[in-house]
């Protein structure tokens, strides 16, 4: 497996979900190499462009722990072979997760959600691997779109979302809680719930535009942007739903309303 690149759309258990989209969508000069990270922390990409003000621990909502009588949680710079079997599961299919990177990784799912709803995701903080081949581009008359065909090459990470039911998902992620919220703290959020983020980034990414084609661009340096600057500003999970195609955003949007709604009812 490639380390360290890069769910939604996806675990955070939302797996199939919002892994689908750690997708960057760069030029074919976007495979430069990212600097390796330094210990465990991840660094913060960009302003916050939707942030809750922080929760007050003793109102914030707690997720309900499951009752389990399997095994103790292992820790936390231990757990990549529990995820990784948690995911097997999960999606039915042991042999996709070679999509995910093999180590820290509930820290990197932890630090990409977080990131989701800042403007950019550091590329060296990803937990699976960015799709295959290079974004397409459309030039007509010098107007630069994206090519429609380019949705194509997310295809492996929405047949995760396809694959993953919703009340699945929600109990691998009560199980994993403990895990996540550790990273949480750890990344630098000692007296704040990885679930309350966890739900802004859930709606944040539910109510990402639907765009028709054409999604009209501009390449003012070496990276494409869009060339509405309400979009370009928006958050990067935002941008990342866009970026899927119309047809793949509205299928994760209805998974991502599904884990939602199952999240939900084990809150208290």
């Known amino acids: 497996m490639k380390?360290?690149?890069?769910?939604?759309?996806?675990?955070?258990?939302?797996?199939?979900?919002?892994?689908a989209g750690y997708l960057f969508w760069r030029s074919s000069a976007d495979k430069q190499t990212s600097p390796p990270l330094q210990g465990s922390s991840m660094p913060v990409a960009g302003p916050v462009v939707t942030l809750k003000p922080p929760p007050n621990p003793e109102s914030a909502k707690i997720i309900v722990p499951p009752a389990s009588e399997g095994p103790a949680l292992p820790p936390l710079d231990k757990s990549d072979?529990?995820?990784l079997a948690g995911i097997a599961h999960l999606i039915g299919n042991?042999?996709?997760t070679h999509l995910f990177m093999e180590e820290n990784l509930v820290t990197h799912i932890v630090s990409t959600m977080d990131n989701l709803l800042r403007q950019n995701i550091p590329a060296n903080g990803l937990p699976v691997d960015v799709p295959n081949g290079s974004f397409k581009v459309k030039n007509q008359a010098g107007v630069l779109s994206i090519d429609p065909a380019n949705s194509a090459r997310y295809a492996p990470y929405m047949r995760l979302v396809d694959a993953v039911d919703a009340k699945a998902v929600v109990r691998l992620y009560l199980e994993a809680y403990?895990?996540?919220?550790?990273?949480?703290?750890?990344?630098?959020?000692?007296?704040?719930?990885?679930n309350d983020r966890l739900l802004a980034v859930l709606d944040d990414l539910i109510k990402a535009p639907e765009i028709s084609p054409p999604v009209?661009?501009?390449?003012q340096h070496v990276l494409y942007q869009f060339s509405d600057d309400d979009l370009e500003n928006r958050s990067a999970g935002q941008k990342m739903m866009i970026r899927l195609g119309l047809s793949n955003e509205r299928k994760l949007?209805?998974?991502?309303e599904a884990i939602r709604s199952e999240l939900i009812k084990h809150l208290r």
């Open 253 to 256: 949007k209805e998974k991502l």
């Open 81 to 83: 072979a529990f995820m």
């Open 94 to 96: 042991r042999s996709s």
């Open 3 to 19: 380390k360290a690149l890069q769910v939604s759309l996806i675990i955070l258990p939302i797996i199939g979900g919002t892994f």
């Open 216 to 219: 009209r661009l501009v390449q």
């Open 178 to 194: 403990p895990l996540l919220q550790k990273a949480y703290e750890q990344l630098g959020h000692p007296k704040q719930y990885f």
